[in-house]
């Protein structure tokens, strides 16, 4: 997977970047922050959508402070898997690890506003690598 992040898989949601009723998914959508890979991260994962064919790959630095001192994705898959992945590096940066972790997808959402019910298993999968990264770390706990 190249740092370049693709959409439009059929089986996610239809709507994709005109149609985002949500404009923070949809600045998200169009101008994607921290895309990429991390230089020297302490930990990556790579998670796959259980209803479609979105792939999310992240990589993560935290520091020894348990701060998350760096993040970035690439993601193949819809609007929704990209701007959720940009709006999940945004929160998460500058945070305690743990706290990111010990975030609700709700409490994601609700940061949102308003994301389609047929969407939120897109914007679901950044969260959900994180989680898997901060799991690993912590000795699969």
């Not at 998200?28 to 930990?43: A, C, I």
């Not at 760096?70 to 940009?86: E, P, W």
């Not at 298993?121 to 950044?126: E, F, R, S, T």
Request: aromatic share 8%.
């Amino acid at each position: 997977m190249s740092n370049a992040y693709a959409y439009g898989t059929a089986e996610c949601a239809p709507a994709i970047d005109w149609h985002m009723k949500n404009q923070i998914l949809k600045d998200h959508f169009l101008h994607p922050r921290r895309m990429g890979e991390v230089d020297e991260p302490t930990g990556r994962a790579l998670v796959k959508s259980d209803t479609c064919s979105d792939l999310v790959r992240m990589t993560v630095r935290i520091d020894g402070d348990g701060i998350v001192a760096d993040i970035r994705t690439q993601v193949y898959g819809c609007g929704y898997a990209i701007a959720g992945a940009s709006f999940f590096n945004e929160f998460a940066l500058g945070k305690l690890a743990s706290e990111v972790a010990g975030a609700t997808m709700d409490a994601v959402i609700e940061s949102l506003g308003e994301v389609p019910p047929g969407s939120r298993g897109c914007v679901a999968l950044a969260p959900a690598a994180f989680k898997k990264i901060y799991r690993a770390a912590d000795g699969g706990a």
